[in-house]
């Protein structure tokens, strides 16, 4: 009863801001993603009859308390649906750095449900697995797919209509991703308390949910169409909007740093020199930068200039969930 999995990370060109559930996940908007080849997780869940308890090993280090109880949580659920009582051991491996601005909730959680429910013996459909995983983390049943996938977010009450689907495989397009890292990255506010706020307080939010509709379907013309511009443009200012909605919440808040709306101008810089980027900011200081590949070089040599920014991670489209 033991299975071994992989996932990967990935970054949201139209952004899941807000649940209507906050139990079993939820979201009040639809979202889309793209799969990043260069941020992982590989985990391995072994249910026996021995354990006493579910243990969770991550880079080699045993966890305890709130990490832990979210990962033993998780295991509920998937023992709920086999309707077996064993206890795990839960051994995962990130090959996200936490500095670089992206959650590895989301390539922990899709590794984990896929090594978790192959470990059990139950046989999921991708949308299955997708709508398990999100009840982890959302933004990890996006994970479940490589290239482009939407979170739909669904109607019905009890979650079995929000999940993923793929959108186009990493092989459509080679769309990249350079993840600028910043020196100072403390982060006050939690992505889900963050998002809690704002869609409780937040005169905003209404003006957000209004706009997604467009964006989305603006965006899968650009995908389908390879058409870059359009992707970059509808991206860049679905994220600004979702991080407007945070200026209006009560108390109000930001994620950015001085340096963070430094990288954004220089995006626009670059884009004045006839070099197309976009940028993308999640629930963090850090920006993300869209580019295709024959500006790789000049992409990175501008952004590792900048003045309080430690590092630069390139990443390719990425593949879906993969059993090792
Ligand atoms: C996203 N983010 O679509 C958005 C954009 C942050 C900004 O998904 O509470 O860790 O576990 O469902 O998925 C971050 O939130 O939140 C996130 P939970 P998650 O990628």
């Given at each position: 009863?033991?299975?071994?999995?992989?996932?990967?990370?990935?970054?949201?060109?139209?952004k899941?801001?807000?649940?209507?559930?906050?139990?079993?996940?939820?979201?009040?908007?639809?979202s889309l993603?793209?799969t990043?080849?260069?941020?992982?997780?590989?985990?391995?869940?072994?249910?026996?009859?021995?354990?006493?308890?579910?243990?969770?090993?991550?880079n080699?280090?045993?966890?305890?308390?709130?990490?832990?109880?979210?990962?033993?949580?998780?295991?509920?659920?998937?023992?709920?649906?086999?309707?077996?009582?064993?206890?795990?051991?839960?051994?995962?491996?990130n090959?996200?750095?936490?500095?670089a601005?992206?959650?590895s909730?989301?390539?922990?959680?899709?590794?984990?449900?896929?090594?978790?429910?192959?470990?059990?013996?139950?046989d999921?459909?991708?949308?299955?697995?997708?709508a398990?995983?999100?009840q982890?983390?959302?933004?990890?049943?996006?994970?479940i797919?490589?290239?482009?996938?939407?979170?739909?977010?669904?109607?019905?009450?009890?979650?079995?209509?929000?999940?993923?689907?793929?959108?186009?495989?990493?092989?459509h397009?080679?769309?990249?991703?350079?993840?600028?890292?910043?020196?100072?990255?403390?982060?006050?506010?939690?992505?889900?308390?963050?998002?809690?706020?704002?869609?409780e307080?937040s005169?905003f939010?209404?003006?957000?949910?209004?706009?997604?509709?467009?964006?989305m379907?603006?965006?899968?013309?650009?995908?389908k169409?390879?058409?870059?511009?359009?992707?970059?443009?509808?991206?860049?200012?679905n994220c600004?909007?979702?991080?407007?909605?945070?200026?209006?919440?009560?108390p109000?808040?930001?994620?950015?740093?001085?340096?963070?709306?430094?990288?954004?101008?220089?995006?626009?810089?670059?884009?004045?020199?006839?070099?197309?980027?976009?940028?993308?900011?999640?629930?963090?200081?850090?920006?993300?930068?869209?580019?295709?590949?024959?500006n790789?070089?000049?992409i990175?040599?501008?952004?590792?200039?900048?003045p309080?920014?430690?590092d630069?991670?390139?990443?390719?489209?990425?593949?879906?969930?993969?059993?090792?």
């Amino acid at each position: 009863m033991k299975a071994t999995a992989k996932a990967h990370t990935n970054i949201a060109l139209i952004k899941y801001w807000g649940k209507r559930n906050e139990s079993i996940i939820l979201p009040t908007n639809s979202s889309l993603s793209l799969t990043l080849d260069g941020f992982y997780t590989t985990t391995s869940v072994h249910f026996s009859e021995e354990y006493t308890q579910d243990k969770f090993i991550l880079n080699e280090r045993v966890v305890e308390g709130e990490q832990h109880r979210r990962v033993s949580g998780f295991l509920d659920l998937i023992r709920q649906q086999a309707g077996k009582s064993l206890y795990a051991t839960v051994d995962s491996t990130n090959e996200v750095p936490t500095a670089a601005g992206f959650a590895s909730s989301a390539s922990g959680f899709a590794a984990l449900a896929a090594a978790g429910t192959k470990a059990i013996g139950l046989d999921m459909s991708d949308r299955e697995l997708s709508a398990l995983t999100r009840q982890g983390s959302g933004s990890a049943c996006r994970s479940i797919y490589g290239g482009f996938a939407e979170w739909e977010m669904g109607a019905e009450e009890d979650g079995s209509d929000s999940y993923a689907v793929p959108i186009a495989p990493a092989e459509h397009w080679d769309l990249r991703v350079a993840a600028v890292v910043l020196s100072s990255t403390a982060k006050k506010v939690s992505s889900r308390a963050g998002m809690k706020r704002t869609v409780e307080t937040s005169p905003f939010y209404q003006g957000w949910l209004n706009s997604i509709p467009t964006d989305m379907s603006q965006i899968k013309e650009g995908i389908k169409e390879r058409d870059f511009q359009k992707v970059g443009e509808v991206a860049e200012a679905n994220c600004l909007k979702m991080h407007a909605t945070t200026l209006g919440a009560n108390p109000p808040f930001t994620y950015w740093h001085d340096t963070t709306m430094t990288v954004m101008q220089m995006v626009r810089d670059l884009r004045e020199k006839g070099i197309p980027a976009y940028f993308t900011i999640d629930a963090g200081p850090n920006v993300k930068v869209l580019y295709l590949p024959e500006n790789e070089e000049v992409i990175e040599k501008t952004l590792r200039n900048i003045p309080g920014v430690a590092d630069i991670r390139l990443s390719r489209p990425g593949q879906g969930v993969t059993y090792l």
